[in-house]
């Protein structure tokens, strides 16, 4: 079983910015993805960012060039560093892995329970 645990969301003004954090824990043989996820209020929940191994960061247009997704894969971590927040940015942020557990050989898909993050106008 893979865990996922995040940390950083918070509340900061609009303009302002947040770091968040999330590493991923237990058996684990490979992971191939980690992204970050959003579900604000009534809302879907949407992929805003996410990196493959060996490959370059995709982000959603409504973060491009505001986002910034980071992979340490020695570490099994991956960070989401978000710049010039809006309002529209506050939601609950998730952390997603896919990959292949150890203990089974057969993939997996992993979330973290999610962190608020608050944009105040």
């Known amino acids: 079983q893979v865990q996922l645990v995040e940390s950083g969301g918070g509340l900061v003004q609009a303009g302002g910015s947040l770091r968040l954090s999330c590493v991923a824990s237990?058996?684990?043989?490979?992971?191939?993805?980690m992204g970050w996820y959003r579900q604000a209020p009534g809302k879907q929940r949407e992929l805003i960012a996410s990196?493959?191994?060996?490959?370059?960061?995709n982000d959603a247009d409504s973060v491009k060039g505001r986002f910034a997704i980071s992979r340490d894969n020695a570490k099994n971590t991956v960070s989401l560093q978000m710049n010039s927040l809006k309002p529209e940015d506050t939601a609950v942020y998730y952390c997603?892995?896919?990959?292949?557990?150890?203990?089974?050989?057969?993939?997996?898909?992993?979330w973290g329970q999610g962190t608020q993050v608050t944009v105040s106008s």
């Open positions: 997603n892995a896919d990959g292949i557990a150890a203990a089974t050989w057969r993939s997996f898909t992993s």
């Open positions: 237990g058996s684990i043989f490979r992971i191939h993805a």
């Open positions: 990196v493959i191994s060996g490959g370059a960061p």
